[in-house]
């Protein structure tokens, strides 16, 4: 029974380029969720997603960022037009069910460097 | 407002000692969820544990007990004898209960010398 896959594990990016994160959950899990981790810091809540569904965004930054989890396939992450403030690890995690009654399972994050 | 706090930052044990990782959260929330993960230095979390707001028996797991103290807003987390393979860093998290975001700590680093 895989966990959450990220890919990929390690990106890097030029200012001005795109990077787009994917995230498959736990197999049955419907439920996903977005941290960022910046250098030396915990990590903050971007967005949780249902499929087809944004369910609260709240935690992602206004311009450049935007997340979907498509009826089918895994979720993405994206980012445009990087600059180097968006180097970070970015962690997807997957429940069954919302968090009052589901436990959150993390992946192994996606760390972006931006030149 | 959520919120949590590791005021350690770093700590260092030798081999086998004892070491308490603190915790101390802030929500107005009457149920909540709190949680501990290690971060070791390969980068992913693994989940240790989850308590429930309404749950205030503290939890032992081999080497590992947790002190949940509602009355000091606490959860604190002591590894017992510890062991290099427990350097990592440490997250504590509150969730409330109804809701879909987790609150992290900045983490304390915990470094075990052999």
């Known amino acids: 029974n895989a966990g959450v896959m990220q890919n990929p594990r390690h990106l890097v990016r030029r200012r001005g380029q795109e990077a787009r994160l994917r995230c498959s959950p736990m197999?049955?899990?419907?439920?996903v969720y977005w941290y960022r981790q910046l250098p030396e810091e915990g990590l903050k809540f971007m967005v949780y997603?249902?499929?087809?569904?944004?369910?609260?965004e709240s935690g992602m930054p206004k311009e450049r960022f935007s997340a979907e989890f498509p009826k089918e396939g895994p979720s993405i992450l994206r980012i445009q037009q990087v600059v180097r403030g968006d180097s970070a690890a970015y962690f997807c995690?997957?429940?069954?069910?919302?968090?009052?009654?589901?436990?959150?399972?993390f992946g192994e994050g996606s760390r972006l460097t931006v030149l | 407002a959520q919120k949590v706090t590791q005021a350690q930052t770093e700590i260092s044990v030798v081999e086998k000692e004892d070491v308490t990782l603190d915790c101390v959260y802030e929500?107005?929330?009457?149920?909540?969820?709190l949680f501990w993960y290690k971060q070791p230095p390969s980068g992913e979390l693994v989940f240790l544990i989850r308590?429930?707001?309404?749950?205030?028996q503290n939890e032992i797991s081999g080497r590992y007990s947790w002190n949940f103290q509602k009355s000091t807003s606490s959860f604190n987390f002591t590894i017992t004898a510890s062991q290099v393979v427990d350097s990592a860093v440490y997250f504590c998290?509150?969730?409330?209960?109804?809701?879909?975001?987790?609150?992290f700590g900045t983490g304390t680093s915990l470094t075990v010398i052999p």
């Open positions: 998290a509150l969730s409330a209960y109804t809701g879909n975001q987790f609150y």
């Open positions: 929500t107005r929330d009457t149920t909540y969820y």
């Open positions: 997603l249902q499929k087809e569904n944004i369910i609260d």
């Open positions: 197999k049955g899990h419907s439920h």
């Open positions: 308590r429930n707001s309404f749950d205030e």
């Open positions: 995690a997957s429940s069954q069910e919302d968090l009052s009654t589901g436990e959150l399972f």
